[in-house]
């Protein structure tokens, strides 16, 4: 699931990040864990289909996770 949420929070980010893969898939796995327990708090976690809005969490989370691990390798 991080290599997924990973990838995607990469492709909506615009530009070129200096993170390598072992980074992304690391920042995708904590924003699923992030996304789904920030859903369940919300309580739109568990409908009868695909939980969009989780999706969108993980993956909104996604990208600030990269954008800040750019920033700050950035700065180095």
Do not use: N, Y
Not at 5 to 13: F, P
């Amino acid at each position: 699931m991080g290599i997924v949420i990973g990838a995607l929070g990469r492709l909506v980010l615009p530009g070129r990040q200096h993170t390598g893969v072992l980074w992304t898939v690391l920042v995708g796995i904590a924003a699923a864990f992030l996304g789904t327990a920030i859903a369940a708090g919300l309580g739109v976690a568990d409908s009868k289909g695909i939980d969009w809005i989780e999706w969108l969490l993980q993956i909104g989370l996604t990208v600030v996770g990269i954008a800040a691990l750019t920033c700050v390798k950035s700065r180095r």
